[in-house]
């Protein structure tokens, strides 16, 4: 009778715990079976009523039927559990194509980001930086560069005067002369700058914009040393297949003085709208320094021989991103800027 | 320099394509800027011959020519060409040909008449307007009458050649002739240079019976030399001469001037030919001019002259400005008989001031302004004698007066091998550098490690050793120098100015603050724009430039704030809606000038922003970062009600060290609408020179407290015109030793609180680096801070 009793809790206990449908439905099931006043509760405690063995073999019944119920109610745990994650995460669910929110940066202007990029070129290969100022004198800007009295650059056409001793300096060049009178060699610079000249803003002019200076003197330094320098600045600059193309040319403050071109690294030398048709591109001067501008420092032009370069940032920016207005980079209009993040 | 290909070809064999020619040309240092191939932008352009002209039918305006094209049927053609007539030989292009600009030729009737082509002119040939004789500049191209008809005009002409623009540098004078560009290409391709010839056959009579030359000023005037031509013949010179001349970009004229252009063009060597019979006494008398003094040009032209101009006189009057222009005075006319042929050297640098201060620069100026080889002076006027002769165009008289007190003498100098070698990186032989010396026309023998080079004296540019090497290492090819790295010299080494600039930069950035850079020079008004004030002398200071672009350009910048007004009223007229921005850049003062007479140069920092992006608590939040980044960490913000620039109620001074380093607020609303802004603008101006000095980046790390804090929150009713500032300093002071920390959570006003009032709330951290606090104590703390706020700002503590 009660081994029937046990049977019919057993037999409905399996039943109920099929239907339940909620973690809640299993915790009222288990309180109804094995709470303190639970069905089984209920029978073990009567248990004291019987008979030795009949208590034998019912307590082990009971037992069984308890492991089994406590089996039943980890199953149909485990098996909700894992039925509810999946509705919640059906609810949860996102559009992952729509779009993100992204935090706002604001933009490194183009000819900063030239000029940083340039800096770390040189810097990487031994150059320090060095700074000067913008408003320069006469003599610094012209006489020390061998400039001769009546050079045309020193046209109040081409230069902007303060005084007629100051100006405001047309070339980072300068900064070359005022290192060589403070420093010894060797010594290894460039020095990213303003410069002014004289030209109404138009599409390729504009009376303010950058250059960078390079310097370096020391002894045996050699044109073919300018040569690896410069090569080496235009593959990392423009791409490691660039090519370099040194054309004889004439500075006052170097000799020899040479241009370089640089193979296009749009076409690739073949010929395009960027090189206009030659494959090549200019992009800066350079040269030996002359005598006379290591003599302006007290060098001695026997032991020491040196190189020097000027780049102008906002060709070589205006040739790597492709912008055909030199006055955007003063406009400063945010769709413009907001390009070079 | 232009340069007909073809014509380079009298001086130097050129056995190469066109276009290795210019490559190896370029490599050796004559750049050049554009190859033009001439008569090849054409297509079906004859020689034809008008055999009869009719009137048109229909209009009065037009005739209709029959030519012959040697072809068995003449070829009809309508045109309106006022300067056709029976007889002339013109170029003629056919029905299907295309002309430079484009332009299809096509059958076509005008008013009713077929027309079978078109009579050219030397414009629609594809010639630039100021080459073409001023004769058939407004009409139709009439050709010589030998040319066949119904010859390619390209061939009749010769128009087949290149025409090569080389860019010469300034140190290299002695290329801008064909002899010149010939020397060079003999030395690139290994040829020898042809001189032209220069003697002519018959001369007649003595030069000294017709002219005399006295030079009264020989530093401005190096050599003079004089030729005489008689019975002469002025006319139109041979198209051979006025190819070469149009190709080379001048205008042909007449024979005696073309020949000197002719030669000119062809050493470098300006020329000039006065009528004998406009020189008084045949006296050629070099001297200055007088001041006040006028005198009309060539170009009809009257101009006043000073004392500093050097000129020619005759016995007289002025005949020319030296190395500039003849004077019409003596100008030679169709009845011209004898000349006088003037082939001179003038000071460079008195010519150019002549030239600027007359506002008159000619191909002649512009030569001597470079300075012109004095040794020329002869052999060009012996060329002109000879072509005059060539030509038949007059008779040459005897002899050449020649004024040449200093002679220019070649100047000799040893340089070494071991040198050269050494500023080129290369290991070349003197023997190797002794041939390229050669190749150019120096002499050069070499002993040992020194080679004596003696220049051409056309080469004024080669004066010391590094000279040399970059003869050598043009000619042996710069891209055959090796290439190196340079070696040694110290690790490099960043400015600590560029390391901060590159630090704000990219925490600006982080910000959503885009970089912006202004031009350094601005209107002397741009800052009234902004409001400064009268007594602001430190904006007033200005560096001021003598020659600027303009007005609005014309004074250097002692703030940031104008332009980047300027900016945000561009971008928000633009429909830029949110727009921040930053400018790092240098203003400059006036009131300090250095020993060399610079003016101060120092850097600021401006943000800005509006649309949206925040207001004055986010702006001095982006500043309390920056400055807190760069190690300035103690900075006051100090209310600024004197500044017309700003909101007089949002504006603060910010100060650091005792040291003012910038000011902030929201710019006044009449500034903005000045700009056109139609919103709140927040601005700050940071002295980033200061800032840099200040910046402190080094620092040491504080050990993790090991034993747990209290937080506090405290809430009390204060006046308006309480600060924060004031009761954090009132918290922090009676908060003691234990405090360590205090932070505003909110300020309140509105519902339940008393007009002219604000509830301010304050989280307080207390905490003993080496034990647990008990409750009493900090309740005391707290207690106490209450009572201070209480006593010292008339605080009323809220309930929490």
Redesign the interface.
Known sequence: MILDELEAIRKDAEESFEKAGSTENVEELRIKYLGKKGALTKILRSMGKLSPEERKNVGQRANEIRNGIEKFIDEKTTELKKHQAAMKFRAEALDVTAPGRI???????P??KTI?EM?RI??????????G?????V?MNFDALNAGP?H?SRD?TDT????D??L?RTQTSPVQARTLLTKKP???IISPG?V?R?D?PDATHS??FHQVEGL?V????????L???L??FARQMFGPDTKT??????FPFT?????VDVSCFKCGGEGCRVCKGSGWIEILGCG?V??NVLKVGGIDTEKY?G?AFGIGVERIAMLKYEIDDIRL???????F??QF? | MLVSVNWLKDYVDIDVPVSEFCDRMILSGSNIETVEKTGDSFSKIQVGKIVRITPHPNADKLVVCQLDVGEEELLQIVTGAPNVFEGATVPVIRNGGLLPDGTKIKKSKLRGETSNGMLCSAAEMGYDDKVISLDIRDGIWILDDDLTPGMDIKEALGLEDSVVDFEITPNRPDCLSMIGMAREAAAVFGHTLKYPETSAENEEGDVRDYVSVEIRKPDLCPRYTARVIKDVKVGPSPWWMQKRLMHGGMRPVNNIVDITNFVMMEYGQPLHAFDISSVAGGKIIIDTANDGEHFTTLDGTERELDSSMLMIHDAGKSIAVAGVMGGLNSEITPDTSTVILESANFNGDSVRLTSKKLGLRTEASGRYEKGIDANLCSEAADRVCRLIEQLGCGTVVGGIVDEYPEVSEPKPLDVRVSRINHILGTDLSGEEMTRIFTSLEMEAVQNEDVIRVIPPTVRQDLLIEEDYAEEVARMYGYDRLPETLAAGGAAAAMTTEETIRQQARAILNAYGLDEILTYSFVSPTSIEKVNVSENDLMHRNFVKIINPLGEENSVMRTMLIPNMMDVLSKNYAQGNKKVGMFEIGRIFNDSHINCDGQPAEAEDLCIAFYGGKGDFYTLKGYVQGLLDKLGIPDVEYRPEKGLATYHPGRCANIIANGELIGTMGEIRPDVSERYGIDEDVYLCELLFTAIMRQTDTEFVYKPLPKYPAVTRDIAVLVDEEVTIAEMERIITEKGGSILESVSLFDVYRGKQIEEGKKSVAFALVYRDPDRTLKDEEVTQQQENVIAGLEKECGAELRKM
Not at chain 1, 122 to 131: A, I, Q, V
């Open positions: 935090p706002k940066l604001g933009a490194e202007h000819v900063t940083d800096t040189f810097m990487n290969m031994g150059f320090s930086l060095t700074e100022p913008e408003v320069e004198t003599f009546n045309p109040m902007f005067y303060i005084t001793k100051t405001l060797p010594l290894k303003r002014y004289c109404t009376p303010v370096a020391g002894e045996g330094i050699t044109m073919a040393d040569k690896g320098t090569s080496e193309k040194f054309r004889p040319h004439h000799e020899p003085s040479a241009e030996m002359h005598p021989t190189f980079f003063y406009e400063n209009d945010e769709r800027l907001k993040r």
